[in-house]
C-alpha cells in the first residue's frame, strides 16, 4: 500500500498518473485472393482518450472494431469494387453479418473500411471474417471475390504508471 500510495505521489509531482487498456488482434495480414492477389486487412480498434493536465491521463482500446482492407495493387481495368457483405464466426461459436453495399471507384492504392466494415467485429474474442462484393468493369461486367482472414485476440493489457514513462 505504502509502495502504491508512493507511485501516485510521485506520478502526481511529474505529470500525473496513466492508466490504460488495449484489446487488440494484432497486426496487418496480407491476405491471397483467388485471382492470386494480395490485399491487406487489419482491424482497428475503437478508442477513448481523456486528460486532465498534470494529474491523470487514460487511454483505452477496445471493440468494436472496424476491418480495414486495402488492395495495393488492384487490377486498374475494373472501375469500381463494391462490399456486399462481411461476416464474422467467433470461436464461441456466435456469429454477426453485416450487409449493404459499400461502392468505391477504384484507383492505385485502394483502401477501404466504411459500412459494412465499420464496427464489424463486436467482441475482443478469436474470430474468422469473411467479406464478399465485385469488382465491376465499365461495361458493366462483374466479377466476384472473397477473402477469409482469422484474427487472434491478444491478451488485454493493462497499465498504470506515472505519465512520464510514457514518453
Not at 487511454?59 to 486495402?70: A, C, G, M, N, R
Not at 484474427?151 to 514518453?167: C, G, N, S
Request: hydrophobic share 35%; with cysteine.
Amino acid at each position: 500500500m505504502l509502495a502504491a500510495s508512493g507511485l501516485a505521489l510521485y506520478g502526481l509531482l511529474t505529470g500525473g498518473m496513466t492508466y490504460g487498456t488495449t484489446r487488440w488482434f494484432g497486426g496487418q495480414r496480407d491476405v491471397p485472393m483467388e485471382d492470386g492477389s494480395n490485399v491487406s486487412v487489419w482491424l482497428n480498434p475503437s478508442r477513448t482518450h481523456w486528460d486532465v493536465p498534470g494529474v491523470a491521463h487514460y487511454h483505452s482500446s477496445h471493440p468494436p472494431y472496424t476491418l480495414q482492407v486495402f488492395f495495393p495493387s488492384p487490377d486498374l481495368s475494373d472501375h469500381w469494387i463494391e462490399f456486399r457483405e462481411a461476416g464474422v464466426v467467433y470461436d464461441s461459436g456466435h456469429e454477426e453479418r453485416q450487409t449493404g453495399t459499400l461502392r468505391r471507384e477504384i484507383s492505385r492504392g485502394l483502401a477501404l473500411w466504411d459500412p459494412p466494415l465499420r464496427d464489424l467485429v463486436k467482441r475482443h474474442e478469436n474470430c474468422t471474417i469473411t467479406v464478399t462484393g465485385h469488382f465491376l468493369k465499365p461495361d458493366g461486367e462483374e466479377r466476384a471475390f472473397s477473402l477469409s482472414c482469422r484474427f487472434d485476440a491478444e491478451t488485454k493489457k493493462t497499465i498504470f504508471v506515472p505519465y512520464w514513462a510514457l514518453l
